[in-house]
């Protein structure tokens, strides 16, 4: 139990001085003006729109169907990451904790309410990019990697503006990456996408 104790202290310490690196030190005038706007669905809502109408135009009833999993899989991750994680893991942010928020670059104009652990905003993120390379990796090759490259930069932006700490973005990250390859797999099982005359997507 002791172990268990200074484990859980260092770690934080860890994730403390990270944090601080990657939010006071790390930075440059371009990121604090691009940190910010990649927080907003103004920046990301128009992708997904398009990926979703992409996948009803070119494949209609099995790109509906793939609508549907792709917004459940956001569902997933957030009904999870909100109930099961923030409710019972309560963390203060890092801008609101009074112990360490002067150590903080807050770049919102608010902090923002909730648990830090977990990132919503890198559970969502991490679980539509595995969703979509799980789904769309041989139609789109290696470019469907480009997904995790997005929402990494919108997780690594949590950090960067003094919302969330390290581990609450790399912790959300892994339980969308569960969720993703979870609900892409079932949908390869159950519909894949045929591709120039081939078998379906498996």
Known sequence: MFFLATFLQKLEQWDQWLFMKLNGEWTNPLFDSLMPFLRSPFCWVPLYIF?????????RTKGLWWS??????IALTDLVGTYLLKHNFVRLRPCNDPDFYLHVRLLLKQCGGGSS???????????MAAFFVATFSRFFK???????????FISYAQVYVGVHYPLDVTAGALLGIIFGAT???IFNKRFGF????????V
């Not at 290696?142 to 990494?152: D, V």
């Open 51 to 59: 990926l979703l109408v992409f996948a009803l135009i070119n494949f």
């Open 68 to 73: 549907v999993f792709f917004l459940s899989t």
């Open 117 to 127: 652990f977990i990132s919503n905003h890198a559970a969502n993120h991490f679980g």
């Open 142 to 152: 290696k470019w469907t990697w480009l997904a995790f490259l997005w929402a990494a």
């Open 183 to 185: 609900t892409g797999y």
């Open 194 to 201: 045929i591709i120039f005359g081939n078998q379906p997507i």
